[in-house]
């Protein structure tokens, strides 16, 4: 069977209660999962969007695409020790730091950010590419010798994987990035780990799927839950625009398909990224969209339409801590087959977000 059969098969019916489901799971537990990429922001959206996370997750590796970025370990100390603050009484969540790469960081800061064991990866943003970009990379030669000392010392380097070369079309800036940015990187630095970030289309998967086990990827639930065309459904939807930009219906299938085959190098990130309301409802709006208030349900939605549930554990709680080689979870979640509705609103100091499915249902319900 080809390829493409295959992924057309496995293209979730999202009918959850189809007439395959002769007995329905109604109650699933797994062992607790972790965000391998999420925004926590800081402040005001800091402090109302933490507990989310840290509801579902044990970890999260916390992007630093701040204003301005976190680059230093200095920073990404003080940044772990605001989120340790503004988690509820009593949680208990591990914030894992990222370092924003520049063209001006220095080796140095690789051997400190090792030495100080919080620090988890660095992050590279082509400059431009997204929110909070425009300190990211120009050119990825003068990064040689840092990206030489995370190689060596093992640090895992996080890719926002899309070129900012205006001449290719923004649909297909992430399938030219592997071939004319991440393929020759792989070359020069065959011992470095690399996880493609949030990924989109069929080109990454299997460009993942055919790579070393240095390369991993993470996939969003609202990439596996939308295509493009949720970006004009009735008019024009900026909840639903991020970066990278939804895709079309045939991609989505191929995210899913890499998703529920219990492929080791496929696992959860959310890309949980808030923003204001009026910075998305804006004539220039924000990329960016908030999951973390069901990011776990929402992922529990596409397994079932998938039929691949027995698979969701691998994928949110194995896989992500295998490669980052950190150990797994000990305690467990309960998901319940229990529609909830989400608010129309969230809370964020003086302003409000407005979260996916916004005043909409999701099928499962965390237990408390
Ligand atoms: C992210 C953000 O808002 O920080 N936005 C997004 O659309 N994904 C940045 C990013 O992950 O590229
Ligand atoms: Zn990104
Ligand atoms: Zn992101």
């Known amino acids: 069977m080809s390829d493409d059969l295959d992924a057309g098969a496995r293209r979730p019916t999202l009918a959850p209660d189809g007439p395959q489901a002769s007995s329905p799971v109604t109650c ?28 579902r997750f044990a970890r999260a590796i916390v992007m630093p695409n701040l204003d301005p970025p976190v680059r230093t370990v200095g920073q990404a100390l003080a940044y772990r020790a605001r989120i340790l603050k503004a988690l509820p009484a009593g949680a208990r969540f591990e914030p894992l ?145 991020c970066l990278p930009l939804l895709k079309r219906a045939e991609h989505r299938g191929a995210l899913v398909a890499a998703a529920t085959r219990g492929h080791p190098r496929f696992f959860l990130g959310t890309d949980s990224a808030p923003h204001p309301r009026h910075a998305k409802e804006s004539p220039c709006g924000c990329a960016g969209i908030y999951t973390a208030h069901a990011a776990l349900e929402l992922y529990a939605e596409v397994f079932e339409g998938a039929h691949a549930l027995d698979r969701l554990e691998g994928f949110a709680s194995q896989y992500g801590p295998d490669f980052y080689r950190l150990p797994r979870n000990q305690d467990r979640v309960t998901l319940i087959k229990e529609p909830w509705q989400v608010p129309p609103t969230i809370a964020a100091g003086a302003d409000v977000l407005v979260p996916l499915r916004a005043g909409e249902a999701v099928a499962w319900r965390l237990a408390d």
């Open 97 to 241: 730091m990222t370092l924003y790469l520049t063209e001006a960081m220095r080796p140095e800061e690789i051997v400190r950010a090792k030495a100080a064991g919080v620090v988890h990866a660095v992050k590279y943003y082509p400059a431009g590419a997204t929110t909070h970009a425009a300190l990211g990379v120009r050119d990825l030669r003068p990064c040689y010798p840092v990206l030489a000392a995370m190689e060596r010392l093992d640090l895992p380097l996080l890719l926002h994987g899309e070129v900012t070369d205006p001449a290719v079309d923004v649909f297909d800036r992430e399938a030219v990035f592997l071939e004319r940015h991440l393929l020759p990187l792989m070359r020069a630095f065959p011992g470095l780990r690399m996880v493609l970030e949030h990924i989109t289309t069929r080109a990454a998967v299997e460009f993942v799927s055919a790579g070393p086990d240095t390369l991993a990827a993470t996939i969003t639930a609202h990439h596996l839950l939308l295509d493009r065309n949720a970006l004009f459904v009735g008019g024009l939807r900026p909840h639903h625009y």
């Open 28 to 55: 699933l537990s797994l062992a607790r999962p972790d965000d391998w990429h999420v925004h926590l922001r800081d402040g005001a959206m800091l402090a109302a969007v933490v507990a989310d996370t840290a509801r």
